[in-house]
């Protein structure tokens, strides 16, 4: 690889890390180019961009991002998920793709700028999508207004209730 492949490739990944919400890096050792080929199809499908990146290449791309901290720790075969679309998207990813070959190894989660532990994986990967956090943000707008649409509905209804029951006591009485 020449001097211009690599500025090319430095570029490239510290433009997606630039704008990425999260980013986990995982060791991939042992792993088949076929199950290579599905993470990244996978990784395409979820709005992730997954990149094997020579390591000395990777520290210099992330320099100046909120990934920088994980500079130290890149160290290995790594392979490096960047999120795009939502933060939790790139440990879902590695997380699920984990579970089936266990020769992914998660090594590093970063978020805004904090270096986190593998064992954080599961708990980004748990974040709610954009689609799902504004679903449960209308949830708890929403409920107020429908307790108190059922409260005004109970007074018309107890009302109902309570000329059903003198009727019926009428009608037993007569």
Same mark, same amino acid.
């Given at each position: 690889?020449?001097?211009?492949?690599?500025?090319?490739?430095?570029?490239?990944?510290?433009? $997606?890390?630039?704008? +990425?919400? =999260?980013?986990?890096?995982? #060791?991939?050792?042992?792993? @088949? !180019? *076929?199950?290579?080929?599905?993470?990244?199809?996978?990784?395409?499908?979820?709005?992730?961009?997954?990149?094997?990146?020579?390591?000395?290449?990777?520290?210099?791309?992330?320099?100046?991002?909120?990934?920088?901290?994980?500079?130290?720790?890149?160290?290995?075969?790594?392979?490096?998920?960047?999120?795009?679309?939502?933060?939790?998207?790139?440990?879902?990813? $590695?997380?699920?793709? +984990?579970? =089936?070959?266990?020769?992914? #190894?998660?090594?590093?989660? @970063? !978020? *805004?700028?904090?270096?986190?532990?593998?064992?954080?994986?599961?708990?980004?990967?748990?974040?709610?999508?954009?689609?799902?956090?504004?679903?449960?943000?209308?949830?708890?707008?929403?409920?107020?207004?429908?307790?108190?649409?059922?409260?005004?509905?109970?007074?018309?209804?107890?009302?109902?209730?309570?000329?059903?029951?003198?009727?019926?006591?009428?009608?037993?009485?007569?």
């Amino acid at each position: 690889m020449n001097l211009e492949d690599k500025k090319a490739i430095v570029s490239e990944v510290a433009a $997606v890390a630039a704008s +990425a919400h =999260s980013a986990v890096a995982a #060791e991939y050792r042992g792993l @088949s !180019v *076929g199950e290579m080929t599905e993470l990244r199809k996978k990784a395409r499908e979820s709005g992730v961009y997954l990149r094997v990146v020579k390591n000395s290449l990777a520290r210099r791309a992330v320099e100046g991002t909120d990934f920088q901290c994980m500079q130290e720790g890149m160290v290995g075969p790594l392979v490096l998920a960047f999120s795009q679309e939502d933060p939790g998207a790139a440990a879902r990813l $590695v997380k699920d793709f +984990a579970k =089936s070959h266990a020769k992914l #190894e998660c090594k590093m989660v @970063s !978020v *805004g700028g904090q270096l986190l532990g593998p064992g954080e994986l599961d708990r980004l990967a748990s974040m709610p999508t954009h689609d799902q956090a504004i679903s449960l943000l209308m949830a708890v707008m929403k409920a107020p207004l429908d307790k108190f649409a059922r409260t005004l509905n109970e007074v018309p209804g107890k009302f109902v209730r309570t000329v059903a029951a003198i009727r019926d006591q009428k009608q037993a009485s007569a």
